[in-house]
């Protein structure tokens, strides 16, 4: 059998099962093929691509790995050091294996796992579902999956973002399984990215093949980037659980392009959201600004909710947001956005986020790191700036 109809065989098989899972109505009990048991909650860490793009280096990844010690980033749980495009020569070995490229990454891949994991880390690194990666510069791994799958998990690899340009117009619910079952083969438990930017819905199939799947195009470092792509990503919602996430792609705090209001903002949709937190930015010469927002413990403890529900928007109004979700322990998080150009009141009322009308509620203030001297009943409301928010972990005392 040539090796498009072992493809397109196998991922019909994927694509089946997807399928029958979506006609159940215990959707929670849908079965990651993977079965590697990661991603019980999203995955933290940083990657190299908004910050870096093509213009990395061993010497880098391995400074960041030391600076995501040094800061303290990785006891929050930033653990993951993912290599973005450009790390591989254009041309595989006589083999067909890929090579790392000589000039930037001359001692290998299995050297630099074996660097990042003697500092308690991660190491993760980037393919394509096509024939090249989008840089164009190096192979994409399209006919190539059990090779390259193999290569990765000898090298000691924790991660996979798998992109998807340059693939020949195969569908991606062609392409993307047969990695998936590649993975499986190779014999280590690999984290895999779906970076399909959410062209085919891969929310409704992602959970059957990989561990996270892009919902959006990429991301830029601009306030209407990134809240068009946490509209985008929120749509979904319901489709996000422990083993897979939504993921509206990486954060752009620290990189300059927004003020640090609307940076709160992007980090805490992001987690409210149960996206996957990477940090996009030189982690190496890291401002007190940035660090004080991606390394917020109540923020993160939110991502990092067992729950894994995904909030929703459940009031809108004009240029004002409330988005909330259930979290563990009988609690619920509210995010009141102001997405508008003037300071407004923002009102979340118990009724829309599931709470009974007579209720009382303690609120503690995750940026504020303060529990509200006040109970609230019925609602509650807080002055918002222009492109700020308020995050609320609200909890029933009555």
Same mark, same amino acid.
């Given at each position: 059998? /040539? ?15 997807? +399928? ?10 849908? @079965? ?15 990657? !190299? ?9 061993? =010497? ?12 303290? $980033? ?18 595989? #070995?006589? =083999? ?16 630099? !796992? ?9 190491? /993760? ?9 989008? !840089? ?37 619910? $062609? ?5 998936? *079952? ?5 014999? @280590? ?64 705090? /620290? ?23 990477? &940090? ?5 010469? &890291? ?7 991606? +390394? ?34 009988? *609690? ?13 009141? &923002? ?17 503690? #203030? $995750? ?20 492109? /700020?928010? =308020?995050?609320?972990? $609200?909890?029933?005392?009555?």
């Amino acid at each position: 059998m /040539g090796a498009f109809a072992w493809l397109k065989t196998w991922s019909l098989l994927i694509v089946i099962a997807a +399928a029958s899972s979506f006609d159940s109505d215990e959707t929670s009990n849908r @079965r990651n093929l993977l079965g590697n048991g990661l991603a019980s909650t999203p995955p933290m860490g940083w990657n !190299s691509w908004n910050h870096f793009n093509c213009m990395i280096d061993e =010497k880098i990844i391995k400074q960041t790995a030391d600076a995501l010690v040094a800061t303290g $980033l990785a006891k929050l749980g930033y653990n993951y050091v993912n290599i973005d495009d450009c790390w591989a020569e254009l041309n595989r #070995d006589s =083999k067909g294996v890929l090579v790392p490229k000589k000039s930037t990454f001359p001692s290998g891949m299995k050297a630099l !796992s074996d660097y990042v994991h003697t500092k308690g880390l991660k190491l /993760g690194i980037y393919s394509d579902a096509g024939f090249y990666t989008c !840089s164009k510069k190096m192979p994409g791994s399209l006919g190539h999956e059990e090779i390259d799958a193999k290569s990765f998990a000898s090298w000691g690899i924790d991660y996979l973002k798998y992109d998807n340009c340059n693939n020949g117009g195969i569908r991606p619910t $062609l392409r993307y399984p047969v990695m998936t *079952r590649a993975l499986i083969n190779a014999g @280590r438990p690999i984290f895999f990215s779906l970076c399909e930017w959410g062209d085919l819905h891969p929310a409704l199939w992602g959970y059957t093949v990989g561990n996270s799947w892009r919902t959006t195009n990429d991301i830029s470092d601009t306030w209407d980037s990134m809240i068009s792509r946490a509209d985008q990503n929120e749509v979904y919602a319901d489709y996000a659980r422990p083993g897979g996430w939504n993921d509206p792609d990486m954060l752009e705090v /620290g990189n300059g392009g927004m003020s640090k209001n609307e940076c709160i903002v992007h980090f805490s949709i992001w987690a409210i959201s149960k996206a996957p937190l990477l &940090i996009g930015c030189d982690v190496r010469n &890291i401002s007190k600004d940035t660090m004080e927002i991606i +390394a917020n413990k109540e923020v993160i403890a939110l991502n990092q909710d067992k729950l894994g529900v995904q909030a929703k928007k459940v009031r809108m109004e004009g240029d004002w947001e409330v988005w909330s979700g259930p979290l563990s322990q009988y *609690r619920i998080a509210v995010l009141l956005l102001n997405r508008g150009p003037v300071r407004t009141e &923002i009102t979340a009322h118990w009724d829309d986020i599931g709470i009974a009308p007579t209720t009382s509620v303690q609120a503690r #203030d $995750l940026w504020e790191h303060k529990t509200l001297n006040t109970r609230f009943t019925g609602n509650l409301t807080a002055t918002i700036d222009s492109h /700020g928010c =308020k995050l609320f972990v $609200l909890k029933l005392v009555s």
